[in-house]
């Protein structure tokens, strides 16, 4: 099988962000595996740089042991651009021409179409992720019929645009991290069939943990619930600490709220700790030592750190509102989800009152876990995948 190229607005070991993570991961080890691959990106150095400025200089070179094939970007209305996606963001219909300038005005690369459209015969497949940016809307209109997407949608007003649906729904295939991703780009788009497939996503699942240690070494021998993540109002945890002050309100007990990653949220009492961002063996160590871990985010299209939880054989408390995170929830009988504070609080009473079936939870979190989404399991997956799409043996 010829390489395949794995194109993304921006690639770098260090850089945040969920696609960015998944995309290091899944690359590494199928380079590793013997995928023949490369990584074909812009010259950005991340998500919230300028997307019209060149923090690396183009070419091809080897990063984290991947090679990696940078372009120049293309200078952009940033003006009329922000103005469309405000819109976006708050739920507004744009037009079909508003469409063309939002997709236009985003990050692009014509060095790289011209890459790909001259050199699309040294390659297998093209792989797209993630959906929205328009390295993957121009992109996969080049070869659509060598073009893969691991869209990692959310039932937000983006994934509605028309634009969206006439090219995604071209595509030779679609890699999806849960059920009810596929479902959403099936009603959207259209797609179904054995090439649109629910492959999940790898994660190391032989990481260590030591709950005592976590609680020596920051002091928080209470019972806890733990939230790992942005603190930000879109990942709902301005409304996770609402809840759990009304809870405070019903139960006057030692319970805290532990908060672990970057960002500045309103801290409202002692019993909320914000310990910011901490390495990565005390996220470990903190998803062990916690009694609960909760993810209050109704947009997601995988959730890594409710995974890393499970691992650690911690149940997870989430948002009824959020059909991917709900159905990891009830499919693997990996703990409980709500739908407004007055069931958040009978959640979190529910687990603290039920230490057997707590663990229980966590347990059966721990077991799904490990068979479906240890990178063993999903290496072999995707290269399956990525042959029986191309057509080769």
Known sequence: MKKIGFITPWYGDQIPGGAEMELRGLTKHLYAAGVDLEILTTCVEKFVSDWSVDFHKPGLTQEGGVPVRRFKVRK????????INLRLMNNEKISREEEEI???????????Y???????????LFVFIPYMFGTTYYGCQIVPEKSVLIPCLHDESYAYMHNFKETFSKVAGMIFHSEPERLLAEKLYGVAGNRFVNLGEGLDTDFTFDAERFRNKYNIHEPFILYAGRKEAGKKVDVLIRNFIEYKKHYDDDLKLVLIGGGDIDIPSADVIDLGFVPAQDKYDAYAAASIFCNPSQFES?????MESWLAGTPVLVNGGCNVTKDFVVRFSGGLYYNNTKE???????????????????????????????????VDKYTRYFKEIANVE
């Open 76 to 83: 952009r209305d940033t003006q009329t651009f922000d103005q």
């Open 102 to 112: 939002f997709e236009r005005e985003m990050v692009n690369s014509p060095d790289l």
């Open 114 to 124: 011209k890459y790909m459209e001259e050199h699309k015969d040294d390659y297998e």
């Open 302 to 306: 995988f959730s890594l750190v409710i």
């Open 344 to 378: 958040f609080i009978a959640c979190v009473r529910y687990i603290l009152e039920h230490k057997d079936i707590a663990h229980a939870m966590g347990q059966n979190g721990q077991i799904e876990v490990r068979n479906r989404f240890g990178w063993n399991a999903i």
